[in-house]
């Protein structure tokens, strides 16, 4: 990650909000006033980030990174963003849920095979070199095609109902 600007673009988490029972596990945005919530709200975390630092949370831990009070970006910061998972975990296609932008190589998978592939590279406990060899070829990458088909998942009903509350938040500013 690059530097976080002083004024704003932290990003924000609410410690412990991995323990909450009330948030369902697709959610996208989080009401954090709703009921269920109240012994995470106030308890936040923020961390202004340098070059080369890392963060790491649990996928429920409920964060945001807040933009300027006029919406007006004045910086861009570089982030690189990755998601773990165990050995054995099951690939699920997203298309048509709203977190199909999480996904857009082409890696060939199909719901319900084993996430075994060099675009999910294994690193613990030991570095695969023929994933390596792989990445090193051009057989792991993205292309338009590609981002142009898993975009048109968004075009879902699960994935309009929750982008909606998205553009709700928007225009309530």
Known sequence: MDETPKEYGAPVYLK????????????VFVDIE???LEDFKDKIGEFRTMPGDMLIWHPRTIHK???PSDGIWTTYRRVLGGTVAKGGTIYHDKTGSGGVLSDLGRH????GQKLDS???PIVYPTFDKSEAADR?????GRSPRDIV?????????ASGEK????????GSR
Do not use: I, R
Not at 16 to 26: F, K, L, T, W
Not at 136 to 140: F, H, I, K, L
Not at 149 to 157: F, H, I, P, Q, Y
């Open 65 to 67: 990174v807040d933009g």
């Open 136 to 140: 090193d070829s051009g057989q792991v």
């Open 34 to 36: 709703q009921n269920g």
């Open 163 to 170: 982008f909606f509350s998205f553009f709700k938040v928007l």
């Open 149 to 157: 088909g898993k975009l048109g998942g968004l075009a879902g009903k």
């Open 16 to 27: 412990g909000s991995h323990n909450n029972d009330v948030v369902d596990e697709q959610a």
């Open 118 to 120: 060099a675009f999910f």
């Open 108 to 111: 060939g998978l199909e719901d």
